[in-house]
């Protein structure tokens, strides 16, 4: 029997996406493949996704990673959620948390109950009946336990990390299993005139890497999935305005909040990450609506501590690669995409990327199917992400600018305008499996940013109002009680690194 086993697999670029790939590939393929991955030392990395989604927790303990020693390498917290100031209208706040509200009914979802019992008297934000957004908001973290109880059971989370000190633990991690890394700019790759596909990469200095697999991530540029294969690119900016970000961090004293925040500004967003070294700042915003001088300005304004170098420019296009995976290249990261940062994705969709294609791992013949289903399942992934961050800029009231009233009367994408038809009828949230966010996300959302439903579904009706008005008020007052026992993010941070130190080998 011929073996037609993929043997040599090339990783063009490093960075996040490249060193998340070879950490993968060499732990999960089998170990007669070799997997090489050039990157150069002159070439810079975006190195802004310091924030995550609890799904990265799934894929660093596919990689065996010890948590704690994560968070000391990469100078880590953690993260319960997202902050938004000003996205329904200026002085408005809410909060996005991670994992559920409150809890199901007789098989009603909570957040239609939630709306039943508005209507009949005041009630506080939804995020009250959060396990992560109370935490978040008392500065106060506790890792749960597998067997955890409610309510903490219900707290999720995810990280705030150094983008570049990830990079460098997964690269240690990934050559210590047998991982290559070559040193070098790559300036030419050579066709199979037959089939089409790239048979190998040229470096600067003469050096020729052979390979049967290529990934690329080589950031916008997309060194071989877009300059050899020209696979396309479809454009989001007319959903998506924001086309320019400028990052700069800060020093800061005190203890780190355990989330991030988003800030509304007249062209666009201020995100403020904490880690445990510094603040992440940035600013992402239009250029159609501002330019690079003024959004400077706006930034350095408004920043909470010492800024501790010259703020960084980046220029982007929210999109996707028409193919993300093209002949025999994969593209991942920036090389196949880029939905703006606004709902930390960048590191998830990468993962998404890398776990479907080990699902769908080919030989050398690369049969076509594996290639389409990839494609197919990388698109909707995309497409929900966009949607989702679209519904942030459509769900505004603000009219302080033109920027905000561009993007509140915009059309939408059919997939999302659907969606809101159903949430504003009786708040129906149809989910499915592919989709990144979940029901609780939306509402989070939807409700933060004032859209409120017409009514709610008739279900909901049928469960007893005073029961559950009590079990609301009993839940309520649980996640309270929970958090005010856990212990504050700092400490809690402070005493994993601790315990990473004295477990650390001399």
């Not at 980046?314 to 990261?333: E, H, I």
Request: charged share 25%.
């Amino acid at each position: 029997m011929s073996d037609h086993k993929i043997r040599n697999i090339v990783i063009v670029g490093g960075g996040t996406a490249g060193w998340m790939a070879a950490a993968a590939m060499v732990r999960l393929l089998d170990r007669s493949t070799n997997i090489t991955l050039v990157e150069s030392d002159e070439i810079g990395t975006v190195g802004v996704g310091e924030a995550t989604i609890p799904p990265i927790i799934a894929y660093n303990k596919m990689l065996g990673i010890n948590e704690d020693e994560f968070l000391a390498a990469t100078k880590a917290t953690f993260k319960l959620g997202i902050e938004f100031i000003g996205w329904g209208a200026p002085g408005e706040r809410y909060f996005h948390p991670f994992g559920c509200h409150g809890q199901d009914f007789r098989g009603v979802h909570f957040h239609q109950l939630y709306l039943r019992e508005l209507k009949q008297r005041p009630l506080d934000d939804i995020a009250c009946w959060s396990m992560s957004a109370v935490a978040a908001g008392l500065g106060h973290f506790a890792r749960p336990a597998p067997d955890a109880p409610l309510p903490l059971s219900q707290l999720a989370y995810a990280f705030h990390f150094d983008a570049g000190l990830y990079a460098q633990y997964l690269r240690r991690l990934a050559e210590k299993q047998g991982v290559r890394r070559v040193e070098g700019k790559i300036v030419d790759a050579e066709l199979d005139s037959s089939t089409g596909h790239v048979q190998s990469v040229q470096l600067t200095d003469g050096t020729v890497l052979s390979g049967e697999l290529f990934i690329d991530c080589s950031g916008f540029r997309g060194l071989l999935i877009e300059e050899k294969l020209r696979a396309g690119y479809d454009s989001w900016l007319h959903w998506l305005p924001c086309d320019r970000a400028m990052a700069v961090p800060t020093d800061y004293s005190g203890q780190p909040d355990p989330f991030t925040r988003s800030t509304a500004r007249s062209a666009g967003w201020q995100w403020r990450i904490p880690l445990q070294h510094r603040m992440g700042n940035g600013l992402v915003y239009s250029s159609a609506y501002q330019d690079d001088a003024d959004a400077e300005a706006q930034l350095l304004a408004n920043l909470e501590g010492q800024a501790l170098a010259e703020p960084r420019r980046l220029s982007f296009t929210a999109g996707r690669r028409r193919l993300a995976w093209d002949a025999n290249v994969v593209s991942l990261g920036l090389s196949s995409g880029f939905v703006e940062p606004l709902e930390s994705t960048s590191v998830h969709l990468i993962q998404s990327g890398i776990v479907k294609l080990l699902a769908l791992f080919p030989d050398k013949r690369f049969n076509p199917v594996e290639r389409d289903e990839y494609n197919r399942q990388m698109s909707d992934v995309y497409e929900d992400a966009r949607d989702f961050i679209i519904l942030h800029y459509k769900a505004t009231r603000r009219d302080d600018s033109e920027f905000w009233n561009y993007c509140r009367t915009m059309d939408v994408p059919e997939s999302l305008g659907r969606k809101l038809e159903l949430w504003r009828s009786k708040g129906r949230l149809f989910r499915e499996s592919y989709e990144l966010f979940g029901t609780a996300s939306w509402v989070a959302v939807l409700l933060g940013q004032g859209v409120v439903p017409d009514e709610h579904e008739p279900a909901a009706d049928g469960v007893d109002p005073k029961l559950f008005a009590d079990a609301l008020d009993k839940m309520k007052l649980s996640y309270r009680a929970m958090a005010e026992h856990m212990p504050e993010h700092g400490d809690f941070v402070a005493d994993v690194c601790k315990r990473a130190a004295a477990g650390a080998q001399p």
